[in-house]
């Protein structure tokens, strides 16, 4: 069973607005990483928070982390039209031997 | 060079066919990955080799084998494929096993 649930499970914003993606998670984790997928393409790896960390910045992206919640959220500041993409949760769970993916959110940024 | 590649792009076969998947890094990572991923789905785990040797197989059909020649390798060999196996085949590596992994732009497989 998937470890990471997203929500929403589909976003659609202007571009130059925030986009905020929730991720939940069941039990406790070493880490939880977030990815990007433009269609039909691989994964790229977007950034690794780990569960002793609360907030982690690159760039335009910002993830938290509240383990009291299992709960990761992802936010994009300023958007781009290039931002349109599926974004994946994937956590690593303690004990475990690998990532366990969410479903995912489809983020669509309109010019 | 950060990058996993995989050959073919593309792959349409017939149920009793024989192919292989390839995927090749060189970024020295010691964990690497064979995921299936359907349209709008997350990627599925198939496959993990961590040092050259299978450490995790999903319980994936027999139709499905993987193979490790070095640590810059991985195939996955495809025999007697049914229709329902067509999806986005993934190949990814990472410097070790939970750490941030890197992926292969996919092999689109159809099976007809």
């Known amino acids: 069973s998937q470890q990471g649930e997203e929500d929403p499970q589909a976003l659609s914003i202007q571009e130059g607005e925030n986009a905020t993606m929730n991720c939940s998670y069941k039990?406790?984790?070493?880490?939880l990483q977030w990815y990007r997928q433009n269609s039909g393409r691989g994964l790229v790896h977007l950034i690794l928070?780990?569960?002793?960390?609360r907030e982690k910045h690159s760039g335009r992206l910002r993830v938290t982390l509240d383990t009291s919640k299992k709960s990761s959220s992802l936010l994009i500041t300023a958007s781009r039209a290039a931002d349109t993409a599926s974004y994946f949760c994937?956590?690593?769970?303690?004990?475990?031997?690998?990532?366990?993916f969410g479903e995912g959110t489809q983020l669509t940024v309109n010019p | 060079d950060t990058e996993v590649t995989q050959t073919p792009k593309h792959l349409v076969m017939g149920m009793t066919n024989k192919k292989s998947l390839k995927c090749e890094q060189h970024?020295?990572?010691?964990?690497m990955y064979w995921y299936k991923q359907k349209a709008k789905k997350p990627p599925e785990l198939m496959f993990v080799?961590?040092?050259?040797?299978?450490?995790i197989n999903e319980s994936v059909p027999s139709r499905f084998s993987p193979e490790c020649p070095n640590s810059s390798l991985l195939n996955l060999h495809l025999h007697a494929l049914q229709p329902e196996d067509s999806a986005l085949y993934l190949c990814?590596?990472?410097?070790?096993?939970?750490?941030?992994?890197?992926f292969g732009p996919g092999t689109r497989l159809t099976v007809t």
């Open positions: 039990t406790s984790i070493n880490n």
């Open positions: 994937a956590a690593s769970r303690v004990g475990g031997s690998r990532l366990t």
């Open positions: 970024m020295g990572h010691r964990a």
């Open positions: 928070i780990r569960s002793n960390e």
């Open positions: 080799y961590s040092y050259e040797k299978l450490s």
């Open positions: 990814a590596s990472s410097p070790l096993l939970l750490g941030e992994q890197y």
